[in-house]
């Protein structure tokens, strides 16, 4: 079986968790243990993808503090590093884990590319917060020394970017090759590195783009079997939060009717990105637990969405 | 052919410049012309490696500068975050210089780790300036905060971290399945993370890489044919800077009783890594000037050696 597994911000940190590289490697064991024991079966492909919010957040502060005397990179750039320095991490305490449990297999990051289209309509209208919150003075202050376009959220401001769709993944070929090659790959942290074509050339845009929509453009790309998008939450409910109300198997089509009355930011992409995922050739995919991946996998915990 | 290309500083940035995007994407095109050249044979398989310095200061002097308000991220994080800025950079212009002479192939980046000795002697003798430059006063304010490791230079401090040898490249399997599929891959920029086996894990240590040597231990774990070691000098002098002077060709064994004569930090490590790399089973390396790569792979500039 071909795999993608997109995993949630909780992979990396718990809700109120500084950002520390100590309290991610330790988060990072929890994912790993889970994954392992998938990646236990050799003939499983895996292909790992994750978001990088709290992480390129910091990366925007350290630029922002230090811009007086350290020119600061573009945001597309921003997300890059977060691609290494998770992608990083996640090598590291992986093939520990593969190492404790005998499993001979590699495990490597491969930094991508997300070609978007310059005449997304997203480019028009940013929706994406990102970075540091502003008082209205300081919003005043930024304004009068860069244009940038925000959202008040709770009495404070916050600086928005688009967030278009992404079309293709440009180092699909070598994401196929490693999974051939039994490599474990991670990939598209953060949905990738925005890019627009421009020309003969590819150039990086300031924009975020959504890692769910970019995890089913890569599944569907490398022709996986099947998705698993993980998060904190135990699955889709029909009457959230009651526990009984969990959704054990939905088809593709009942939970596109049911897209309107899921949660915009959170369960809304997800379950798009299934329903998507499916429509182009995936057999199925999973909502649901993190801590639950292998369980999810053989159908007995999550949410499974099938034709 | 199957040729590693050690990029150096000056592909992305001249002598005195900033370290900005703007900066390297346009020195950047230099690079990319020459290496199109090459890239243009579709039997040459090409792995290029590249410098860090100035990125990885930059980002060094973000985090200390943030500190008060954003934890900062370890060392070898930091050389993840440039091994993915410095690769993004290098495939977008790369990409584009390959659409715009009809060459069709990928290009990517492979994040890369250098696994070194937890016991290799340079980790009790550190050698290797990073970061700011300290006054005496600066500097005993940070050693109250922190223990380091520091060096005098021109009447200013600057911190020194150890520069271990690497043994080997965690990624090799992942290089070699992408160059197999014709993608020109960019991986181990500024030496690699570096990490050491720790019980069944690799950590990551407060280190930098060599990365020349780290070039010549990749270009024997692929089996490359040939290496060549990119800079600002046009190659091997006897009596530099006379220009009459560059070497054109010198077995192995001759550049071997050179090396004391070369200057430590820039000559001596470049001939060392091609001395080992020939030793090891390559049966070409070249030394010369970043803006004649194609010539110097046919052997008509630089300075050629072999057995």
């Known amino acids: 079986m071909?795999?993608?597994?997109?995993?949630?911000?909780?992979?990396?940190?718990?809700?109120?968790?500084?950002?520390?590289?100590?309290?991610?490697?330790?988060n990072l064991g929890r994912a790993a243990r889970q994954i392992a024991a998938v990646a236990r079966n050799p003939s499983n492909m895996l292909l790992i993808t994750h978001g990088n919010g709290p992480q390129v957040g910091e990366?925007?502060?350290?630029?922002?503090?230090?811009?007086?005397?350290?020119?600061?990179?573009?945001?597309?750039?921003?997300?890059?590093?977060?691609?290494a320095s998770i992608g990083s991490m996640i090598t590291s305490v992986l093939s520990g884990e593969f190492r404790k449990m005998g499993i001979r297999r590699n495990v490597a990051t491969v930094l991508t590319h997300s070609v978007v289209d310059a005449a997304d309509p997203a480019f028009r209208h940013p929706t994406k917060p990102v970075g540091p919150f502003y008082t209205r003075a300081q919003l005043?202050?930024?304004?009068?020394?860069?244009?940038?376009?925000y959202v008040e959220e709770r009495g404070m401001f916050r600086r928005v970017v688009p967030s278009?769709?992404?079309?293709?993944?440009?180092?699909?070929?070598?994401i196929t090759a490693m999974l051939s090659a039994g490599t474990v790959v991670i990939a598209s942290g953060g949905g990738g590195i925005p890019v627009i074509a421009k020309g003969a050339s590819y150039q990086g845009v300031n924009a975020v783009i959504d890692k769910d929509r970019t995890a089913q453009l890569m599944a569907n790309a490398v022709k996986a079997d099947t998705m698993a998008i993980l998060t904190d939450v135990d699955g889709l409910y029909s009457e959230y939060p009651k526990r009984k109300s969990i959704i054990k198997h939905i088809s593709m089509a009942e939970l596109e009717r049911m897209l309107p009355s899921l949660e915009e930011g959170t369960m809304r992409p997800k379950a798009e990105a299934c329903v998507r995922f499916i429509r182009r050739g995936g057999s199925s995919a999973f909502i649901g637990n993190l801590s639950q991946v292998s369980r999810i996998l053989a159908s007995r915990a999550g949410t499974l969405i099938t034709r």
């Open 2 to 26: 071909k795999i993608v597994i997109a995993l949630g911000g909780n992979a990396l940190l718990r809700e109120g968790e500084e950002p520390t590289y100590a309290n991610q490697m330790s």
């Open 140 to 149: 005043a202050a930024e304004l009068k020394r860069r244009h940038f376009s």
């Open 164 to 174: 278009p769709v992404p079309a293709s993944v440009l180092e699909i070929p070598s």
């Open 59 to 83: 990366e925007l502060l350290r630029n922002e503090y230090a811009r007086a005397k350290v020119p600061m990179l573009p945001m597309h750039i921003l997300n890059a590093e977060t691609q």
